[in-house]
């Protein structure tokens, strides 16, 4: 069986991350695996700009973004595997892999670093009743067919949903000289970055109709039309305000799912709100050794913070292994009682939902969304019954991730320590 | 000139088509489609009846009993997927337990094997996720799920194999009888038979009354389904219906041979012979209605939802004869359910009938095995290794949901009648069935079926000969 200090699943922004980052931290038996032919993920069906503003200060497209990280991965030297597909993943960290050259075979692994990415939830998620032609894509779907392989998916075009795949994908089919009639969005408010709905559909003169649904999709074999109708607070189509848009394409921006089908077979520990598992203040998973980042352990808005997370990733399983070789083990002893994250109040989750004060760098920073649009709020952070931060913002919105930074020495200040709570506060 | 034409290749016209094609016939199969198994075939519950349902001495109870028992064999000879999962038909209220000896007696009637009639925990004992309001349940062990693609895809391609003809994309406009042979008027032109076979579902009364002054009808009865994904499978073991009422045996809630959950269907009488669009009341009913038989249904799983038309025969009964006042004309009508169970005793019936006017020799070199398309994910490292080094393609996963590789999507390409659309390649090999529903290898099948069957991109269809996915290279919209 081959032998690898860190395997990491996925050569996408977040494998790729990780992997230089362990790369950087001193380890040298690197393997990436990435089922696609080329390394970036879907970055590079993603020509659109707006990469990169965090990371390097400049407007790059997706795939710039990624290339600077396949050519970092590329000096230093880090090996990786393309065409290949993992098909397993053992608790202990034996790796199933296979491709065309090499058939099925196994790989040992100190620690593995999950960076699978995500998935788009399908139509059947949604049961919208009608017929079933062709011309209905997931968002991404159309973006990789007109992006990649350079075929157009149709010319009259309604989406459903305001992601930002969805958004991005307005402009581009309008650019391709598509005709996008409207975007509808179930809720209130959008699920996609300020900035999309300003520089792909107002910039278009592409109306967003909120509070929107397709009740029912018209065309036995290529779709002809759709029916949208407005839905009430309760989120149940309105009757009487049905209407027919003729359309040959149907654009599904509809969410997100982490892609966790190898976590789930390893017996990892899920989180049901973000569908990707349960870390701690490492990225560690329930499995030791076993470290996630990136879209597969919660959907990111920007890749920016993908690339910042999978960085912390990949040092931290350099930092395992090490522990583990110095005899440092096992791990979990000498170890304060963890510290519990609560999201409440507005917060849906917290990445992580654990932390380790012995074991937490010197600040971390936890990501988190919120449910609701929130004007003129307060994120609060509570240490058990203290309120420790109390940060003013203009606005929140769901298509947007917010963050908190968590000092050590304010933890290590807090005599036994059980709860951090994050909440929106009115005031 | 044919022997024999068989109207329609959904599984009653394939099972037809691979019974007759044990004897030295020239026979073909007439198919509106691009492919088998588009129609009710395609989309209905997957399962084989124990044949307890249908009225004591009908034709659907004896064909139904003679197909569930043909199935062990013929699922193992031509690689179909089969498990004999047993039902249950569970009773929620005391007042109906009645019913449930009724249909015990009936079944002992339809000849059905190993039936027993279970109480509360008896029941719950074998189906722990049975409602809270179950107080009984009829088990009938010898019931089943298969795969209704592959079903009729095996039947087909056995067919095929031994020399019938498939003419797809194929509408018939017209039949006539002159000097005791039938002109069947298509839109390929018109083609000449001594007998015609009418297997065509719901529009099985179409083609009737073109040949009979006794009028039939064939009334398009619509069932809504939704799939769940395979992290729901578990949920129930064995198949589970509930009490029939007017309208069929209701709502029922089954695993699928693939590890899917399965529910449905509704029943609605439709005029539109093509309606299968799903609705906001029939999903709505479903969704109800599956609770009452089973608890916790994990909804939220749902990868898709479905319809399909059942051929519902006024008198709710096969009509498997020669057409009294046109002979030569065989009717195989009225094919709703237990069609799908029945499809092979209806065969060799359909055949039987044939043979009482017609001599057929019987064929020395007929190939009576099938072996499927692989499905590596099944096989053991060593022997999934062996495939990949003799063909790499086995290698290289395209449908990462239901892990299934090129290799056998090629297969599904290139093995006889084979997979011309998405859809086909989907039905063949799973490749687009699972959870993402076909959103990642929707390209990547697309350029295999434009590389191997050398079409453009542009003429790639999902199902249907209008259904193409991409209109054109970019920028050739106008």
Redesign the interface.
């Known amino acids: 069986m081959e032998k690898y200090d860190i395997v990491v699943i996925g050569g996408g922004p977040a494998g790729l991350a990780a992997a230089a980052s362990a790369k950087e931290n001193g380890c040298n038996s690197i393997l990436i695996l990435e089922r696609d032919n080329e390394l970036g993920g879907i970055l590079n069906q993603c020509i659109h700009n707006g990469f990169g503003l965090h990371t390097f200060k400049e407007e790059l497209t997706g795939p710039e973004y990624a290339d600077r990280y396949i050519k970092e991965v590329k000096e230093l030297g880090i090996e990786y595997r393309l065409h290949t597909m993992v098909m397993d993943i053992s608790e202990n960290k034996v790796v199933t892999a296979m491709n065309r050259e090499r058939g099925l075979y196994t790989i040992m692994a100190k620690a593995v670093i999950l960076a699978m990415g995500c998935r788009e939830r399908p139509r059947g998620a949604l049961n919208i009743p009608g017929y079933r032609p062709a011309g209905i894509f997931s968002a991404g779907t159309a973006q990789r067919l007109i992006n990649i392989d350079g075929y157009m998916p149709g010319k009259e075009v309604v989406i459903l949903g305001s992601g930002d795949i969805g958004l991005i994908m307005a402009r581009r089919m309008t650019l391709e000289g598509a005709k996008v009639k409207v975007v509808a969005e179930l809720l209130p408010f959008s699920g996609g970055l300020k900035r999309n709905i300003v520089q792909c559909l107002d910039d278009y003169n592409i109306p967003l109709k909120l509070r929107h649904t397709v009740v029912d999709i018209d065309g036995k074999e290529r779709l002809k039309g759709i029916t949208l109708a407005q839905v009430g607070e309760d989120g149940k189509p309105i009757k009487e305000t049905e209407e027919y848009i003729s359309c040959d394409t149907l654009l599904l921006s509809v969410g997100l799912i982490p892609e966790n089908e190898l976590s789930n077979a390893c017996g990892i520990r899920m989180e049901p709100v973000t569908s990707g598992p349960q870390v701690n203040e490492s990225l560690e998973t329930s499995i030791s050794g076993i470290f996630a980042c990136g879209n597969v352990l919660h959907v990111h808005d920007l890749v920016d913070y993908v690339s910042e997370e999978a960085a912390l990733a990949g040092k931290n399983a350099v930092k395992y292994i090490s522990a583990m070789e110095t005899g440092e083990t096992e791990p979990d002893q000498n170890e304060a009682e963890p510290i519990h994250l609560v999201a409440t109040e507005g917060v849906r989750y917290t990445v992580p939902a654990v932390i380790n004060v012995n074991k937490m760098e010197d600040s971390l920073i936890v990501r988190f969304r919120v449910g609701n649009v929130f004007q003129d709020s307060f994120i609060s952070v509570y240490f058990d019954e203290e309120r420790v931060i109390h940060r003013k913002k203009k606005i929140m919105a769901p298509g947007e991730m917010e963050e908190i930074k968590l000092q050590r020495v304010k933890l290590r200040e807090f005599e036994n320590l059980r709860t951090i709570t994050v909440k929106i506060e009115k005031e | 000139m044919y022997d024999v034409i068989i109207i329609g290749a959904g599984v009653t016209g394939c099972s037809i088509a691979r019974e007759i094609s044990k004897y030295k016939v020239n026979a073909c199969v007439i198919e509106k489609e691009e492919d088998v198994c588009c129609g009710t075939s395609k989309a209905n519950s997957a399962i084989m009846h124990a044949g307890f349902d249908a009225e004591e001495g009908s034709l659907m109870a004896r064909l139904n009993v003679r197909g569930n028992e043909m199935i062990e064999t013929l699922s193992s000879d031509l690689d179909i997927p089969f498990i004999r999962n047993g039902s249950l038909v569970v009773c929620t209220n005391e007042e109906d337990l009645p019913k449930l000896q009724d249909l015990y007696q009936r079944g002992i009637a339809n000849g059905v094997r190993d039936l027993a009639v279970l109480n509360r925990e008896e029941s719950v004992r074998l189906e722990p996720n049975l409602s809270d309001q179950v107080v009984g349940s009829l088990y009938a062990p010898t019931a089943g799920i298969i795969c209704p693609f592959t079903m009729t895809f095996a039947f087909a391609e056995i067919a095929s194999q031994n020399g019938i003809a498939f003419k797809f994309n194929t509408t018939v406009e017209d039949i006539q009888k002159s000097n005791g042979c039938y002109e069947v008027k298509t839109n390929h032109g018109i083609l000449g038979s001594k007998y015609v076979v009418n297997a065509a579902g719901v529009y099985a009364d179409v083609f009737h009354n073109m040949v009979s002054s006794k009028k039939m009808k064939i009334t398009a009865r619509r069932g809504e389904y939704?799939?769940l994904d395979k992290?729901a499978g578990s949920h129930v073991s064995k198949t589970i219906f509930a009490l029939p009422g007017k309208y069929g045996k209701g709502v029922l809630v089954a695993p699928t041979v693939h590890g899917n959950l399965i529910i449905g269907p509704t029943a609605a009488d439709i005029e539109d012979k093509?309606g299968?669009?799903?609705?906001?009341e029939?999903?709505g009913e479903l969704l109800q209605k599956a609770g009452n038989t089973v608890k916790d249904l994990p909804l939220r799983q749902?990868?898709?939802?479905?319809a399909g038309l059942r051929a519902h025969e006024d008198h709710h009964e096969f009509i498997i004869r020669e057409v009294e006042d046109s002979a030569g004309f065989i009717d195989a009508a009225g094919m709703e359910s237990p069609g799908l169970t029945s499809a092979p005793a209806v065969g060799e019936m359909v055949v039987g009938i044939i043979k009482n006017t017609f001599q057929m020799e019987t064929k020395t070199d007929y190939i009576a095995v099938r072996k499927g398309i692989v499905h590596a994910a099944e096989l053991t490292?060593e022997e999934?290794?062996e495939l990949?080094?003799m063909q790499?393609?086995y290698?290289?996963?395209i449908c990462?949901?239901e892990?299934i590789s090129e290799g056998e999507i090629l297969d599904a390409i290139h093995r006889p009648l084979g997979a011309k659309s998405l859809d086909g390649v989907k039905r063949r090999v799973r490749a687009g069935a699972g959870?993402?529903?076909?959103?990642?290898c929707?390209?990547k099948t697309m350029?295999i079926l434009s590389r191997e069957l050398h079409i453009p991109?542009?003429d790639i269809?999902?199902?249907?000969?209008?259904?193409?996915?991409?209109?054109?290279?970019?920028?050739?919209?106008?």
């Open positions: 939704c799939l992290s093509e299968t669009n799903t609705t906001k029939g999903l749902t990868i898709t939802s479905f490292v999934r290794n990949i080094k790499p393609e290698g290289n996963i990462r949901c892990m959870r993402c529903q076909a959103g990642f929707t390209p350029e991109m542009e269809v999902k199902s249907g000969m209008e259904a193409n996915v991409v209109i054109g290279k970019n920028r050739a919209v106008k």
